[in-house]
C-alpha cells in the first residue's frame, strides 16, 4: 500500500493473487487518518488504519498506478480494466447504511465513474517522456518501455471506493498509490 510513501506489505496477498489471470481488487479509503479496506479476489487482505496524527500523509490526493517490468520480456508489465471510481459524500441515510463495523455501505449502483476511456482522460503521465501507456479493447495497458513512471489522475479525491481488475507479470513491481500529494 502506498500514500506519500511506503505503508505496508502483505506477503499473504501471493496466496490470494491469481497467476496469469485478472484479478479483482475493490479498496475503500476514509477518513482523515486514512483508513483502507483492501479485498483480492473476493477476500479481505488488509485492514489497515493509519496511526491518529500520523504527519506527512494528505487527507486528499491523487490516484496512481505504477509498473516496473518483472522478470518476464512481455511488452506489457500490468493491465487494468473496469477501473472505477465513486466518490463517498458526508453520510446520506437515502444513499447509505451504516454497518456494525462504522463503515458506510452505498446503495447498489450509485455513482461509481469509470476511469479508463480511449484518450485516457482522467489520467496524466509522471515523469520521464509521458509515454507507455494506452488503450486497447477496454484495456489500461502499462508497457514495459515508455519514460513515465506512472499515471496519476487528474483530480484529487478524498473518501471513495475503487474497484478494478489487474493483472501483472510474474515479477513485476506495480501498485495503486491512494491520496498522493502532488
Not at 477476500?43 to 500520523?54: D, I, Q, W, Y
Not at 518483472?70 to 441515510?93: I, T, Y
Given at each position: 500500500i502506498y500514500?506519500?510513501?511506503?505503508?505496508?506489505?502483505r506477503?499473504?496477498g501471493?496466496d490470494?493473487?491469481g497467476?496469469d489471470?485478472w484479478?479483482r481488487?475493490?479498496?475503500?479509503?476514509t477518513?482523515?487518518d486514512?483508513h483502507?479496506?483492501?479485498?483480492?479476489n473476493?477476500e479481505?487482505l488488509?485492514e489497515?488504519a493509519?496511526?491518529?496524527?500520523?504527519?506527512?500523509?494528505?487527507?486528499?490526493?491523487?490516484?496512481g498506478l505504477?509498473?516496473?517490468?518483472?522478470?518476464e520480456?512481455?511488452?506489457?508489465?500490468?493491465?487494468?480494466?473496469?477501473l472505477?471510481?465513486?466518490e463517498?459524500?458526508?453520510?446520506d441515510?437515502k444513499?447509505?447504511?451504516l454497518?456494525?463495523?462504522?463503515?458506510?455501505?452505498?446503495a447498489?449502483?450509485s455513482?461509481?465513474v469509470d476511469l479508463?476511456?480511449?484518450?485516457?482522460?482522467a489520467?496524466?503521465?509522471?515523469?520521464?517522456?509521458?509515454?507507455?501507456f494506452?488503450v486497447?479493447?477496454?484495456?489500461?495497458?502499462l508497457r514495459?518501455?515508455?519514460?513515465a513512471?506512472?499515471?496519476?489522475t487528474?483530480a484529487d479525491y478524498?473518501d471513495?471506493?475503487?474497484?478494478?481488475?489487474?493483472?501483472t507479470?510474474?515479477?513485476?513491481?506495480?501498485?495503486?498509490f491512494?491520496r498522493s500529494s502532488r
Amino acid at each position: 500500500i502506498y500514500s506519500d510513501g511506503w505503508l505496508m506489505h502483505r506477503p499473504e496477498g501471493f496466496d490470494k493473487f491469481g497467476r496469469d489471470q485478472w484479478n479483482r481488487c475493490y479498496v475503500r479509503c476514509t477518513g482523515h487518518d486514512l483508513h483502507l479496506l483492501f479485498d483480492l479476489n473476493g477476500e479481505r487482505l488488509t485492514e489497515f488504519a493509519l496511526p491518529a496524527g500520523t504527519k506527512g500523509y494528505a487527507k486528499t490526493g491523487l490516484l496512481g498506478l505504477q509498473v516496473h517490468p518483472g522478470l518476464e520480456s512481455e511488452e506489457v508489465a500490468a493491465r487494468f480494466k473496469n477501473l472505477e471510481l465513486r466518490e463517498l459524500p458526508v453520510f446520506d441515510a437515502k444513499e447509505f447504511t451504516l454497518k456494525e463495523n462504522g463503515f458506510l455501505e452505498a446503495a447498489k449502483d450509485s455513482g461509481w465513474v469509470d476511469l479508463i476511456d480511449a484518450e485516457l482522460s482522467a489520467w496524466q503521465p509522471h515523469g520521464g517522456d509521458g509515454q507507455g501507456f494506452e488503450v486497447e479493447d477496454g484495456v489500461l495497458c502499462l508497457r514495459t518501455k515508455g519514460g513515465a513512471s506512472e499515471l496519476r489522475t487528474r483530480a484529487d479525491y478524498g473518501d471513495f471506493s475503487l474497484r478494478m481488475e489487474f493483472k501483472t507479470l510474474r515479477g513485476a513491481n506495480s501498485g495503486v498509490f491512494l491520496r498522493s500529494s502532488r
